[in-house]
């Protein structure tokens, strides 16, 4: 392992939430969100005008059961999924739980997409496997080499595994880029392997297309 990478996980681009709506058989939209401090506001003075104490940007979908997603911008490249149903029912709390975690997941497997594409890009095989508690990137002629992605509540840890050099941190500064604020705080560990000088042609061709 050459280095393994944790921060805080936040939604920030507005195309991988589009395309994470897309990967759960979601058609998005866009429009304004509002945020009602009671159902009285919501239900009723909403129906005269009332515009909530919130207005917010948001990419929108409906899922199955009438549940309704919401992808709402909070601040410049920052945003916040909320999820609802119009008529409540028992058991709604762990259905929510489920699809926001289908939906993170999405969202982080549009992004795992985009590293295999550069990198196939370059001429260099990749393949993607999945697991329950993320994603493993595998390239290379023989996928000697892998990127680890795994997500546990809102912390992402990335480990790049097999790699010598500092091509390992560009490897992966799109995957903190699209899966992070810009000022969220990044914890990285380095390994002795960071330090190599790498002969292999592999790596010689990511370093010359990254």
């Known amino acids: 392992?050459?280095?393994?990478?944790?921060?805080?996980?936040?939604?920030?681009?507005?195309?991988?939430?589009?395309?994470?709506?897309g990967k759960m058989g979601i058609i998005p939209t866009t429009g304004l969100v509002s945020i009602f401090s009671s159902d009285f506001s919501k239900k009723v003075l909403s129906k005269i005008g009332y515009m909530g104490t919130q207005q917010f940007r948001a990419i929108c979908g409906q899922a199955a059961d009438d549940f309704n997603l919401f992808v709402c911008q909070v601040e410049a490249g920052s945003y916040k999924l909320l999820i609802e149903r119009g008529t409540a029912s028992a058991g709604d709390e762990a259905l929510m739980a489920e699809l926001a975690l289908s939906f993170q997941k999405a969202y982080i497997?549009?992004?795992?997409?985009?590293?295999?594409?550069?990198?196939?890009?370059?001429?260099?095989?990749?393949?993607?496997?999945?697991?329950?508690?993320?994603?493993?990137?595998?390239?290379?002629?023989?996928?000697?080499y892998s990127i680890h992605v795994t997500f546990t509540g809102?912390?992402?840890?990335?480990?790049?595994?097999?790699?010598?050099?500092?091509?390992?941190t560009r490897l992966t500064e799109e995957l903190e880029t699209l899966l992070s604020r810009p000022t969220a705080e990044l914890v990285t560990e380095w390994k002795p392997e960071y330090t190599l000088v790498h002969e292999e042609q592999t790596l010689q061709i990511l370093s010359a297309n990254f």
Do not use: L
Not at 8 to 16: I, N
Not at 154 to 168: A, F
């Open 1 to 21: 392992m050459s280095h393994c990478t944790t921060f805080e996980f936040s939604y920030v681009d507005e195309e991988t939430i589009a395309k994470a709506f």
């Open 109 to 144: 497997s549009v992004v795992i997409d985009g590293t295999i594409k550069r990198i196939e890009a370059s001429g260099v095989p990749a393949r993607v496997r999945e697991s329950p508690q993320g994603f493993e990137v595998e390239f290379g002629p023989h996928y000697e």
């Open 154 to 168: 809102d912390e992402i840890t990335e480990e790049v595994r097999g790699v010598k050099g500092d091509i390992c």
